[in-house]
């Protein structure tokens, strides 16, 4: 079974093949399974701002064009949302913690969620509006999921009102999670990032992925955590957290976000140099 623990740590590009020497080889395939805010690109304010660095953003581009590469976005944000921010051709997309997969040929799979949930998830965003969406917070309705954004809520009121959204969420029979100054409902559904990556993997190369395939997956958030969990010992995964001591399924920690960039880098450095 996986398990948690406290993951080695890489801080610079060299560490990336000292620590992982020869994982990595231009004859194997490869998939490169990412998430978008806080992984591709940093935490800002408001989701809408949010930007990839321009050097990710250049090797991103590079690595997609590769024959051998196959490249993943799973993402929280809505599909269409974070399809806007990504925006690299022959890339596949899932939005909504996998609960909506987009393929580049522009087929789909969206995981179809029960009357009963659907009418609980209409209630659950009216009743959020109504009490919690003030004092700087708002509801972020996705259609499936949604995230209840606090960053702009006075310090002095933030705990109360993310108190209430929670209750709200879990009254409606959601699980709420907690995010990056909001906090993210899901439904009461076995689907999360884990089952949308292997879900994706098996769809691209068959039930035997793992025999042919090298993975790579990083992401910073406990959403995350599910596909770091179900890769344990069939690809490579990367927690970013600033927390020297976070528990994670990941097999590396990187400290900060702009170290994403060398991880594409080193990857790029074996694939496209």
Partial sequence: ???????????????????????????????ILLDYDGTLAPIADNPSKTQMPVELEKTLHKLAKHPQIFLAVISGRGLKDVQAH??????????????????????????????????????????????????????????VSLTYHYRDTPVELKDAQKQL????CLRHGFRANQAHEA??????????????????????????????????FAGDDTTDEDAMRVLQGLGRSFRIATDEQIQTFADFRLPKQALMTDLLKWIAQVYVS
């Fill in 1 to 31: 079974m996986p398990e948690k623990r406290v993951a080695p740590v890489i801080s610079r590009l060299e560490e990336f093949e000292q620590k992982l020497p020869g994982y990595l080889n231009s004859h194997n395939k490869l998939a």
């Fill in 86 to 143: 990504v925006s690299i051709n022959g890339t596949t997309y899932a939005g909504n913690h996998g609960l909506e997969i987009e393929y580049p040929d522009g087929s789909r799979h969206d995981y179809e969620l029960p009357a009963e949930i659907k009418k609980n998830y209409t209630d659950m965003v009216r009743e959020l509006k109504e009490q919690v969406e003030k004092n700087g917070a708002w509801v972020e309705d996705k259609r």
């Fill in 183 to 216: 906090i993210e409902a899901k439904p009461p559904v076995n689907w999360n990032k884990g089952e949308a990556a292997l879900y994706i993997l098996k769809q691209k190369f068959g039930d035997n992925w793992h025999k042919d395939v090298r993975v790579v």
């Fill in 165 to 168: 959204a929670t209750e709200i």
